[in-house]
C-alpha cells in the first residue's frame, strides 16, 4: 500500500493542480472515486494485468465505464481523462488509481478548509445522527468537517471516532477493552 501511495502521490498533485486550473475540481474528485471502483473491480484488474489487451481497447473499455456511470463529468473533462488513462496503461500505473483518489480526495478537502473525520458504527446511521456528530466535531475542531460513516459489527454498539491521530472511542468494545485493562492492570 505505502509502495503505491508513492507512485500515486504525483499523479495526484498532477491531475489536482490541472483540475484548479480549469476550474474542474469536482468532475475529476467524480471521475477519479468511479474509476478507483472500476480498476478494483476483479475483472477489469486481471484486463488490467493481461498483457494481451492492447492499450487502446483498455482504455476505450474503461473510458465507456467511466461514461456510463459519470456521463457528465466524462464530457466535460474528455480530452485531459482520454490522455490520463492511456498515460496510466502505458507506464502500467492503473492499479494506483485508488491511491490516486484517495490522495486527490485529500488534497480537494484540504483546498476547502475542511477535516475528514471516520466514524466506526456497527450499525447504519441515520442522517441526524450524522449531522448530530458533524456539529459536535465542527465545534471541537474549529472546521468545517467532511464525515466518513464506516461499519465494524465488531463494535457491538456505540461509535468510534477518529480525526488525524485524535480518537475518540465510544463504542462498546472499546470499553470492554478499557475495562478489562483496569482489572488486568
Known amino acids: ?69 459519470c456521463e457528465k463529468a466524462v464530457e466535460e473533462i474528455n480530452e485531459p481523462l482520454n490522455a490520463l488513462l492511456l498515460l496510466l496503461i502505458q507506464v502500467k500505473r492503473l492499479p494506483a488509481l485508488p491511491s490516486m483518489a484517495v490522495l486527490y480526495h485529500e488534497f480537494l478537502i484540504k483546498q476547502k478548509g475542511m477535516i475528514e473525520a471516520t466514524v466506526s458504527s456497527p450499525f447504519p446511521l441515520n442522517e441526524m445522527q450524522q449531522k448530530k456528530i ?33 480518537v475518540m472511542d465510544g463504542s462498546i468494545k472499546g470499553r470492554l477493552n478499557q475495562l478489562s485493562e483496569y482489572l488486568i492492570g
Not at 490541472?18 to 473491480?41: H, M, P, R, T, Y
Not at 468545517?144 to 465494524?152: A, C, E, F, G
Open 1 to 69: 500500500m505505502t509502495a503505491l501511495i508513492t507512485v500515486a502521490r504525483p499523479y495526484a498533485q498532477a491531475i489536482f493542480k490541472s483540475a484548479q486550473k480549469s476550474g474542474q475540481l469536482e468532475q475529476w474528485s467524480d471521475v477519479l472515486n468511479v474509476l478507483s471502483g472500476i480498476v478494483e473491480n476483479s475483472d477489469i484488474s486481471s484486463l488490467v494485468s493481461d498483457p494481451t489487451v492492447s492499450a487502446d481497447v483498455l482504455k476505450n473499455l474503461l473510458f465507456n465505464l467511466l461514461h456510463h456511470f
Open 134 to 166: 458533524t456539529r459536535f466535531l465542527e465545534k471541537r475542531f474549529h472546521a468545517d468537517v467532511s464525515l466518513v460513516v464506516v461499519r465494524d459489527p465488531s463494535l457491538v454498539g456505540g461509535v468510534c471516532i477518529r480525526v488525524g491521530e485524535w
